[in-house]
């Protein structure tokens, strides 16, 4: 089974400038996920829940150590979880383009 999660949009601390340290700003999570369904099945609900709360409550510096810890969490929480993709976006970070920065795992 694949579960999509598209354009996730919360505001949360992220980032390495002194503005961001104290400003929320957007950020837009696509996740996708695969597991082996049999008669579990993984919550869409929950997984949702897991990368707000992972990004709210830790103020990551970089996107990629969010990515990092949220692609740990969902495997430790999802033990079905086979494989995922994760794409973290900042879309006003600069004037003139949307920044995004993604992990791809296999378990």
Same mark, same amino acid.
């Given at each position: 089974?694949?579960?999509?999660?598209?354009?996730?949009?919360?505001?949360?601390?992220?980032?390495?400038?002194?503005?961001?340290?104290? @400003?929320?700003?957007?950020?837009?999570?696509?996740?996708?996920?695969?597991?082996?369904? @049999?008669?579990?099945?993984?919550?869409?609900?929950?997984?949702?829940?897991?990368?707000?709360?992972?990004?709210?409550?830790?103020?990551?510096?970089?996107?990629?150590?969010?990515?990092?810890?949220?692609?740990?969490?969902?495997?430790?929480?999802?033990?079905?979880?086979?494989?995922?993709?994760?794409?973290? @976006?900042?879309?006003?970070?600069?004037?003139?383009?949307?920044?995004?920065?993604?992990?791809?795992?296999?378990?």
């Amino acid at each position: 089974m694949t579960i999509h999660i598209e354009n996730l949009k919360f505001k949360c601390i992220i980032g390495i400038l002194d503005f961001e340290r104290v @400003t929320l700003q957007d950020v837009i999570l696509h996740l996708t996920l695969e597991y082996e369904y @049999t008669n579990e099945f993984i919550n869409y609900a929950d997984v949702v829940s897991l990368m707000k709360s992972e990004m709210i409550n830790n103020k990551f510096l970089l996107i990629e150590d969010a990515l990092t810890s949220i692609s740990l969490n969902l495997k430790k929480s999802f033990p079905l979880l086979n494989n995922l993709n994760l794409k973290i @976006t900042k879309p006003s970070i600069l004037p003139d383009c949307t920044v995004s920065v993604s992990v791809s795992k296999d378990f």
